[in-house]
């Protein structure tokens, strides 16, 4: 088995001298994770965000606020022993690394406002890495229904916020690994950089010097007047923030007026979207399915129509959902809007935390020509991309949190109950992410990762999320959906298929 684990920079070069690497693509790969802040040791106190603590105030039992992801594993021929116990060595020896891993929650004094991250004592590696095997005779519908109810769990709150499975039992003989961690520790971007931490280039790992791999100092536990005292200074110096910023994010909204109102007649996004049956209250029960296309067959369709990657991704889905509701005879006639994420990251920022904001894309689902209506995604992801990178730089990520945890609990609970995502308008039918991966083949505790496909969130009035993480030369469309809302997400996995090649140049 390998799985050694992450040199820092320093001891790059004599990994890579070592080894033999020149793959450029490999290096790269190398240089992005042990260069990445996120892997310095950090046992300090840490506020969240205003923004990564809406994900955990907006949380409820039929709403779980965490992202994950289901990768294929093809292990050595000459595998021996037990694979559940070397991924468990593996995360003990690579929590130092990815101190992320090792936060949990202080709670503020009466709720009052965001807890802060400390550095648990202890992280129980047998609770957080678990092993299922699936019946007779595991197929992949088997594994995605196994993942499906695995990512309806909440995430236990006393405990760092995040869970692995190893899942064997497949008929094709690899193991399946599911991993879910919640999204107040992690955005899209945040996850890659993660997964830098804890897989390889190569099927024997990367080793550190001993004194490089020492265990993360837990942080002192806070007492209740620390906690007051960093949640008055985290909110006075957002509150001074946004005093100082006020005339940009002024002047900047004022420019923003007309040229917004053009743009959104391009795009199709003025007003609400249409009502859907995927747009309705949820219960908390979760369905997956995952499909994979060629990237480069990706890109051909980008380049035959001028357009880019995401376009076309969009374009995929918008012929899916537009085929799944007709054929319930529910297809509007005008377009579904989609809630894209934007990455409000800096080039080389990986630290775990949110940093994103949403723009909505209409996805021309009114044109039943699917060259046709790609060229309308394009022009409106344009336009929507244009409205929003004028309002990049004064959208926050972090936000004053007094009082915020009663009254965004109370809101998230009361929307749900009363059913009042059945009657408020949506502002958009579907989530379609994309994120750029690693290009080159990884391992994982010695096996190779063969397939990715990613899970994410739905919500209230959102009963589908469709995200997009490429790898090693292919996309991998993971479709999470409410069960209550899209009891079947195999329905619209093979119309994304179906999408994909009513595009391909001919």
């Known amino acids: ?165 190893v ?81 940009d994010i002024v002047r900047t909204l004022t420019g923003l007026r007309s040229s917004g109102e053009a743009s959104a007649q391009i795009a199709g996004t003025s007003g609400f979207a249409p009502r859907t049956p995927l747009n309705v209250a949820i219960t908390g029960e979760r369905g997956f399915a995952g499909i994979s296309v060629p990237l480069d067959q990706v890109k051909a369709i980008a380049a035959a129509h001028d357009a880019k990657v995401n376009d076309v991704v969009l374009a995929i889905c918008s012929g899916a959902l537009r085929r799944y509701l007709k054929d319930q005879g529910a297809l509007p006639g005008v377009p579904l809007l989609a809630a894209v994420p934007i990455s409000l990251r800096e080039p080389g920022n990986t630290e775990y935390t949110t940093q994103a904001t949403m723009a909505r894309v ?56 009363a059913v009042l995502a059945n009657l408020v308008p949506p502002l958009a039918n579907v989530v379609i992410s994309n994120v750029a991966g690693p290009q080159v083949p990884l391992y994982f505790a010695g096996a190779r990762m063969t397939r990715y496909w990613p899970l994410s969130i739905v919500a209230h009035g959102l009963g589908v999320n469709i995200t997009v993480d490429s790898y090693a030369g292919a996309m991998g469309f993971g479709i999470t959906a409410a069960s209550s809302v899209v009891p079947d997400p195999r329905k619209i996995a093979g119309y994304l298929q179906a999408a994909h090649k009513e595009l391909l140049p001919r």
């Open 167 to 247: 899942i064997e039992g497949l008929q094709s003989g690899q193991a399946a690994y599911y991993t879910k961690i919640h999204h107040a520790l992690v955005d899209g971007q945040a996850a890659i950089a993660l997964a830098r931490l804890l897989f390889d280039p190569t099927p024997r790992g990367r080793r550190i010097p001993p004194e490089a791999s020492s265990q993360v100092s837990p942080g002192e536990h806070p007492g209740l007047g620390t906690l007051a005292a960093a949640a008055i200074k985290h909110d006075a110096a957002q509150y001074l923030k946004f005093v100082r910023t006020l005339p």
């Open 362 to 417: 209409s996805l021309a689902t009114d044109i039943a020509n699917p060259v046709r209506r790609l060229r309308a995604i394009r022009d409106a992801a344009a336009a929507a991309k244009s409205a929003t990178a004028h309002a990049r730089a004064i959208l926050p990520t972090d936000f004053p949190s007094f009082g915020m945890p009663w009254v965004l609990h109370w809101l998230a609970s009361l929307y749900g109950q």
């Open 1 to 165: 088995m390998g799985g050694g684990d992450y040199a820092p920079v320093s001891s790059l070069r004599r990994f890579t001298d070592a080894s033999g690497i020149r793959n450029p693509r490999i290096l790269r790969f190398l240089a992005d994770s042990t260069g990445s802040s996120s892997t310095r040791h950090d046992g300090a106190m840490k506020p969240l965000s205003g923004l990564d603590g809406l994900f955990l105030h907006l949380e409820t039992p039929a709403t779980p606020m965490h992202v994950g992801s289901l990768s294929l594993l093809t292990l050595p021929a000459n595998h021996r022993g037990d694979f559940c116990k070397a991924v468990r060595r593996l995360y003990a020896r690579r929590l130092a690394l990815a101190p992320v891993l090792s936060r949990t929650l202080a709670g503020m004094p009466l709720q009052l406002a965001n807890p802060v991250w400390v550095q648990a004592d202890d992280v129980d590696i047998e609770y957080h890495v678990q092993r299922v095997v699936l019946p007779r005779p595991g197929t992949q519908a088997q594994l995605e229904q196994c993942v499906g109810r695995l990512h309806s769990i909440l995430l236990d709150r006393a405990r760092p916020l995040w869970r692995v499975y």
